[in-house]
């Protein structure tokens, strides 16, 4: 199995990925609104951690890695197996360091897409980690066919010993491919970032988005809903045509990706290489076609139902800090393992909680490995579904505090699982909705 990375989809992860993401910036100042973490005390009780505006990055350069993976590789031949496993751990423990830098130069990056150096540096490093990725499990595969083999095994157990021996190294053209993908995301998101800001001439008159979702664009839907139907796709329309050879560019990279590895398609290789799912999406497909049947009669019964509200007149709007602590709150309240987390997150600073210009929308939680600990991201809505986005973000913190990624290199966890923990603990927290 091949080693397709892609930072995208952890979000993800998240985005999950997603594809499929903060206060210690260092070369220049995040546009964001994001605040700093409050202080808070460390109790006891609490387990160590690293507070984020710690959590310092530099530009890697990997050349004493591939000197340790082509060390590794001449000790495959031989039968030291002490020397091989000793260089292993090290390597590894350096992959999780390079994989934390690819994690903060990626959270920075969101915190406003239009920052030229986290952008730059987000994308230099996730090269970088899917190279030495590439470069330590091909190493490893030789391992695997050496002497040292059995070891080898014993050291770093049976499922990892089975995907290291059935690894099949990156063609440069994989390589490649890679590259231009992650070049081509930041791309695709600097350009959707400026979406606001198109424009659209209708009837003598400039319409753009803050103006047709407005009052003048309720005026005019009223009015002459052909003409306000005219301005709206007029408004993709201008979107779309500097977005849309990015984004024709990446369906014809990603078809290649999953032609080299093997699959019909991109959406068949992320199914089980990204999701780690054991169905297919002929089978998904399968069960939305069933579910389309019934679909219907539920949403209307649902649309007319009590249960329909707008967001508006839901209230209060809260801000961060009160977001924060009334999910600590409501956390405590359930159950103390829910109170742990929340106190780790609070107390290290890992969260990114904003808004503002060139911020990247939605919200992710993904686990940075060393130290290991997770961090949520979530651009605000300002509104009441804030809540719910923090609690749902929150049940991954939970998942990942306590259940971290056991190996970056041969580990495939099951979004659909994974979503398990997220939605699970917003179903729990509508018994306080009262409150």
Request: glycine share 8%.
């Given at each position: 199995m091949?080693?397709?990375?892609s930072?995208i989809?952890?979000?993800?992860?998240?985005?999950?990925?997603?594809?499929?993401?903060?206060?210690?910036?260092?070369?220049?100042?995040?546009?964001?609104?994001?605040?700093?973490?409050?202080?808070a005390?460390?109790?006891?009780?609490?387990?160590?951690?690293?507070?984020?505006?710690?959590?310092?990055?530099?530009?890697?350069?990997?050349?004493?890695?591939?000197?340790?993976v082509?060390e590794l590789?001449?000790?495959?031949?031989?039968e030291?197996?002490q020397?091989?496993?000793?260089?292993y751990d090290?390597?590894?423990?350096?992959?999780?360091?390079?994989?934390?830098?690819?994690?903060?130069?990626?959270?920075?990056?969101?915190?406003?897409?239009?920052?030229?150096?986290?952008?730059?540096?987000?994308?230099?490093s996730e090269?970088v980690?899917s190279?030495t990725t590439?470069?330590?499990?091909?190493?490893?595969?030789?391992?695997?066919a050496?002497?040292?083999?059995?070891?080898?095994r014993?050291?770093?157990?049976?499922g990892?010993?089975d995907?290291f021996?059935?690894?099949?190294?990156?063609?440069d053209?994989?390589?490649?491919?890679?590259?231009?993908e992650s070049?081509?995301?930041?791309?695709?998101?600097?350009?959707?970032?400026?979406?606001?800001?198109?424009?659209?001439?209708?009837?003598?008159?400039?319409?753009d988005?803050?103006?047709?979702?407005?009052?003048?664009?309720?005026?005019?839907?009223y009015?002459?809903?052909?003409?306000y139907?005219?301005?709206?796709?007029?408004?993709?329309?201008?979107?779309?045509?500097?977005?849309?050879?990015?984004f024709?560019?990446?369906?014809?990279?990603?078809?290649?990706?999953?032609?080299?590895?093997?699959?019909?398609?991109?959406?068949?290789?992320?199914?089980?290489?990204?999701?780690?799912?054991?169905?297919?999406?002929?089978?998904?497909q399968?069960?939305?076609?069933?579910?389309?049947k019934?679909?219907?009669?539920?949403y209307?019964?649902?649309?007319?139902?009590d249960?329909v509200?707008?967001?508006?007149?839901?209230?209060?709007?809260?801000?961060?800090?009160a977001?924060?602590?009334?999910?600590?709150?409501?956390?405590?309240?359930?159950?103390?393992?829910?109170?742990?987390?929340?106190?780790?997150?609070?107390?290290?600073?890992?969260?990114?909680l904003?808004?503002?210009?060139?911020?990247?929308?939605?919200?992710?939680?993904?686990?940075?490995?060393?130290?290991?600990?997770?961090?949520?991201?979530?651009?605000?809505?300002?509104?009441?579904?804030?809540?719910?986005?923090?609690?749902?973000?929150?049940?991954?913190?939970?998942?990942?505090?306590y259940c971290?990624?056991?190996?970056l290199?041969?580990?495939?966890?099951?979004?659909?699982?994974m979503?398990?923990?997220?939605?699970?603990?917003?179903?729990?927290?509508?018994a306080?909705?009262?409150?």
């Open positions: 091949k080693a397709v990375i930072i989809l952890s979000v993800v992860m998240a985005l999950g990925a997603s594809d499929p993401l903060a206060a210690a910036r260092r070369p220049s100042a995040a546009k964001s609104a994001t605040l700093a973490a409050p202080a005390q460390v109790s006891a009780a609490l387990r160590p951690g690293t507070a984020w505006e710690d959590m310092a990055y530099s530009h890697y350069d990997p050349a004493d890695f591939y000197d340790g082509e590789t001449a000790l495959a031949g031989g030291d197996a020397a091989v496993t000793d260089l090290e390597l590894y423990d350096e992959l999780a360091r390079i994989d934390t830098l690819c994690s903060i130069a990626y959270i920075h990056y969101c915190g406003d897409v239009t920052d030229e150096y986290w952008s730059g540096e987000s994308v230099y090269g980690l190279e590439d470069a330590l499990s091909t190493a490893c595969r030789q391992v695997m050496g002497p040292c083999a059995d070891a080898f014993a050291h770093i157990g049976d990892a010993a995907a021996a059935a690894y099949v190294p990156l063609t053209r994989e390589s490649e491919l890679l590259a231009r070049e081509l995301v930041d791309e695709y998101y600097s350009i959707m970032d400026g979406a606001d800001d198109a424009v659209f001439e209708y009837d003598g008159e400039t319409w988005w803050d103006r047709l979702n407005g009052m003048d664009g309720m005026d005019l839907a009015r002459d809903y052909d003409g139907l005219e301005v709206y796709y007029g408004l993709q329309r201008s979107i779309n045509q500097q977005v849309g050879p990015v024709l560019e990446m369906v014809q990279l990603r078809a290649e990706i999953a032609q080299i590895e093997g699959y019909e398609s991109y959406a068949d290789l992320v199914y089980e290489q990204t999701y780690g799912r054991d169905y297919t999406c002929a089978d998904a399968a069960l939305c076609d069933a579910v389309k019934l679909a219907p009669s539920y209307e019964d649902l649309y007319y139902s249960l509200y707008a967001a508006g007149d839901v209230t209060p709007i809260m801000d961060r800090d977001l924060l602590e009334t999910v600590g709150q409501y956390a405590a309240r359930l159950d103390p393992m829910l109170a742990e987390p929340w106190e780790f997150m609070t107390t290290y600073g890992l969260y990114d904003g808004d503002g210009e060139g911020r990247m929308d939605g919200a992710y939680t993904l686990g940075l490995s060393q130290p290991q600990q997770p961090f949520v991201f979530i651009t605000l809505g300002g509104d009441c579904y804030d809540l719910g986005t923090l609690s749902h973000e929150f049940g991954h913190y939970v998942n990942e505090y971290p990624v056991p190996d290199l041969t580990s495939v966890g099951s979004f659909d699982l979503e398990i923990h997220s939605t699970g603990l917003e179903a729990l927290f509508t306080f909705y009262d409150d």
